[in-house]
């Protein structure tokens, strides 16, 4: 009977032992590089249809010439001619617009594999991050350290990426926030904590602090004051303790996701602003936020934001999931392909869990649905006011995809009531304006960059044909219809590997930062 147990605990420990040095070796096997396709100095677009972000025209039968990925000349067919060296695209029935830009992403250490490949297959050239980091690299969210080279490297036409256009803090969230082990001045819990938080991301090139849903108001009013005498300014969230209105006038420079209106226009508002468990006051006053939500109030902030130019990126698709979350053909998405197993396991399987139960409730049947619809509606109530609305999708939050949902975002736009006029400016020309990057992006025009998506179809007569990609311009590399679906298949592939796997789950528990927040 010894020797059986013995035999047993020897065998059962080499098991053991052999898939532990399994899962080590893939956490250590080195990544495949996607190279990146070859540059051209001089890029000749023949005989296409040039959308007018700006004003709407469409500029018929046109050459492009475009050099060092400047557009040199736009002219009409036959007066430009392409250098002996010129790579010539066929632009023939095609359309060229502007290449998109997603203003709510959120990158990790793993995006080279994941998210890259997927935002420059869907025309997806610029994306501003709202995550980031304290003062040490941290094992799954990127920093602005990590951007930036990801920007050179972009630029030095070593890797497949889109540009990073502005940088993010780690989000300030109160005390709670930050783990055991980092600088006390990151809790924000003195005065002086602010200025020694923003002299610390000054040095780190980050362009704004991003706020979220916990930070305290006071902490959170100085942080405003304090920023732009750095050359920063907050963005995110709509503190829970601080009214719209204070944060608008604050100079809050973007608000983020579709129920900033909602939170802020029923007749509880300043008892959901005071509450001790606001978490529990807000999920019990759901129903009033749409139910007696007052249109003169949010007509009034919304021409507060117009007049401080504060921008509202509603990330319509968060909502979206959270409305449709008990519906199959919603969930068998065919972008789940993109998507590693780690991910969908740890938490989007449960995110769809917890929202369906939520939405088959008798309490809480139709209020996500609602609370979607609401937002839409305010989408439009917004942009007729004037307020700069910006596209952005929250990729890493569950059923959002890289590059795939800023189409749907578009879309929902649409579906708002925004023109395909106006919800093509959402990803293009407003983005570049807000980061002060209008003179080289946002519009084609003489003396921009080339960063261009050629489609097969007008998106000014339908918006979901900007998901109609012929070709992706950016950098001077050209990615064809092959390369876009070489693109596509090297992040599907990664993502049905062990190893890449291994190297997710292994970030994941190793993050501090993820950590605090799976704990709130």
Same mark, same amino acid.
């Given at each position: ?353 917890? /929202? &369906?139960?939520?939405? $088959? ?6 209020? *996500?649905?609602? #609370?979607?619809?609401? =937002? !839409? ?104 219809? /092959? &390369?876009?679906?070489? $693109? ?6 990664? *993502?049905?590997? #062990?190893?890449?796997? =291994? !190297? ?17």
């Amino acid at each position: 009977m010894k020797n059986k147990i013995f035999i047993f605990l020897k065998v059962f420990s080499g098991i053991i032992l052999f898939l532990l040095l399994t899962i080590v070796l893939a956490i250590l096997w080195p990544m495949p590089k996607l190279k990146s396709p070859t540059k051209h100095k001089s890029v000749f677009i023949k005989s296409t249809n040039v959308v007018d972000v700006k004003s709407g025209n469409l500029l018929r039968n046109r050459d492009i010439l475009i050099k060092d990925n400047v557009i040199i000349a736009i002219d009409t067919i036959g007066v430009l001619k392409a250098d002996a060296s010129s790579l010539i695209i066929d632009g023939t029935n095609k359309y060229v617009i502007p290449g998109l830009w997603d203003m709510h992403t959120h990158s990790n250490q793993h995006s080279e594999w994941l998210y890259h490949p997927l935002f420059i297959a869907n025309g997806v050239t610029g994306i501003r991050d709202m995550s980031g980091q304290l003062n040490k690299r941290d094992s799954y969210f990127a920093g602005s350290k990590e951007r930036l080279i990801w920007n050179d490297e972009l630029n030095d036409n070593k890797r497949v990426s889109p540009r990073y256009v502005l940088q993010s803090s780690f989000q300030m969230d109160g005390a709670f926030s930050v783990p055991n082990g980092f600088p006390e001045f990151f809790k924000l819990q003195k005065s002086e904590d602010v200025d020694s938080l923003l002299r610390f991301y000054k040095n780190e090139k980050v362009d704004f602090i991003k706020v979220y849903n916990q930070i305290p108001p006071e902490t959170y009013k100085r942080l405003a004051m304090q920023a732009p005498k750095y050359g920063m300014y907050v963005a995110g969230h709509k503190p829970m303790f601080v009214s719209l209105r204070d944060a608008i006038t604050l100079g809050q420079g973007s608000f983020e996701h579709g129920r900033i209106f909602l939170y802020e226009c029923f007749p509880k508002a300043d008892s959901l602003r005071q509450s001790d468990n606001w978490k529990e006051f807000l999920s019990k006053s759901k129903q009033s936020m749409v139910r007696d939500f007052n249109p003169e109030l949010a007509v009034n902030l919304m021409l507060q934001m117009k007049e401080r130019n504060s921008h509202w990126c509603p990330t319509l698709q968060t909502l979206k999931f959270e409305a449709f979350a008990h519906e199959q053909k919603f969930l068998q998405n065919p972008n789940l392909k993109y998507i590693n197993y780690i991910s969908r396991k740890l938490w989007w399987d449960g995110d769809v869990q917890n /929202n &369906k139960k939520k939405n $088959l409730s008798k309490e809480g049947k139709n209020i *996500s649905m609602a #609370f979607y619809n609401a =937002a !839409k509606e305010q989408v439009k109530m917004a942009s007729d006011m004037g307020v700069p609305i910006m596209a952005g999708t929250d990729v890493g939050d569950s059923y959002v995809f890289a590059g795939f949902s800023l189409h749907d975002e578009l879309e929902d736009l649409t579906k708002s009531g925004l023109s395909n006029l106006e919800a093509l400016q959402t990803a293009t020309i407003v983005p570049a304006k807000f980061s002060g990057a209008d003179k080289d992006y946002g519009s084609i025009e003489n003396g921009k960059m080339a960063d261009l998506v050629i489609l097969d179809k007008n998106p000014l007569v339908d918006i979901t044909n900007s998901k109609t990609i012929y070709g992706v311009i950016i950098n001077g590399i050209y990615y064809d219809s /092959n &390369k876009i679906d070489e $693109l596509k298949n090297f992040t599907a592939s990664l *993502s049905l590997s #062990f190893h890449l796997n =291994a !190297k997710v789950f292994y970030s994941l528990i190793s993050s501090p930062l993820m950590r605090v927040q799976l704990a709130d």
